[in-house]
């Protein structure tokens, strides 16, 4: 069975703060998805990036990171000179490709309030 | 570009009573899910459809039933509302990929969801 965790349930920085979202999977596929969602307080979902399980290569997007590691089954995200509108709730999800839906199951997501 | 539509956007319904929910994919997408997000919850994946087949199914109740039509538009039944089904639903959709035979390889775009409230 798949299960996404996401340790952090709420974090506060100060604006300019680099900060990182943690994010722990277990799968038995060796075939998997990884995906981040952003949640800000309007309710949308928004997708901010899919890796499957055979790129391990890190990837920059302006201001977003991820630190893809097989070894430690984690995907995390870093956020660099944070801003206010960063503050939303950020979801951690897994698709596994065996499946025939190819459903995601998320994490429980991570608060993630900037002040400024 | 074209995103999910989901309607109605808020629905107010009473103990008991019925809704329905409707999603409109991204054009040219085949595959649609549906989840449900309560309070200070994540989203939980409830159903899904590939060409109007069932193709996998979650935490759904027996309650609730759903259907892809054939231009591809899905609805979600609800049945016998409880206070516990209030929630936020979620419509994605995503496209089937003939290459990879799966459709885990394509991003689900989400809809803007439904808030449900049972009073």
């Known amino acids: 069975a798949q299960k996404v965790t996401q340790a952090q349930t709420e974090i506060s920085v100060v604006e300019k703060e680099d900060v990182t979202l943690d994010c722990v999977y277990e799968?038995?596929?060796?075939?998997?998805?990884l995906f981040w969602y952003k949640q800000p307080p309007s309710g949308e979902l928004v997708f901010l990036i899919r890796?499957?399980?055979?790129?391990?290569q890190n990837e920059i997007s302006g201001r977003y990171s991820w630190n893809f590691q097989k070894s430690t089954s984690s995907f995390n995200f870093t956020i660099t000179a944070s801003q206010v509108v960063d503050s939303a709730v950020y979801f951690c999800?897994?698709?596994?490709?065996?499946?025939?839906?190819?459903?995601?199951?998320f994490g429980g997501g991570t608060r993630l309030m900037v002040k400024p | 570009a074209a995103g999910v539509i989901q309607s109605p956007r808020h629905l107010i319904k009473e103990k008991r009573e019925t809704a329905t929910l409707k999603c409109y994919p991204i054009?040219?997408?085949?595959?649609v899910y549906w989840y449900q997000q309560g309070p200070g919850q994540d989203p939980q994946f409830l159903i899904s459809?590939?060409?109007?087949?069932?193709?996998d199914k979650g935490s759904i109740p027996d309650r609730f039933s759903a259907q892809q039509f054939s231009d591809y538009h899905s609805e979600l039944n609800m049945s016998s509302l409880e206070l516990g089904d209030s929630a936020l639903y979620f419509c994605?959709?995503?496209?089937?990929?003939?290459?990879?035979?799966?459709?885990?390889?394509?991003?689900?775009?989400f809809g803007p969801g439904t808030r449900l409230t049972v009073l």
């Open positions: 994605a959709s995503s496209l089937y990929s003939r290459a990879s035979g799966r459709s885990s390889y394509n991003e689900q775009f």
């Open positions: 799968t038995r596929d060796t075939t998997y998805y």
């Open positions: 890796r499957n399980s055979f790129d391990e």
């Open positions: 999800a897994l698709s596994e490709a065996s499946l025939a839906g190819n459903m995601l199951t």
């Open positions: 054009p040219r997408h085949d595959t």
């Open positions: 459809f590939y060409e109007k087949m069932q193709s």
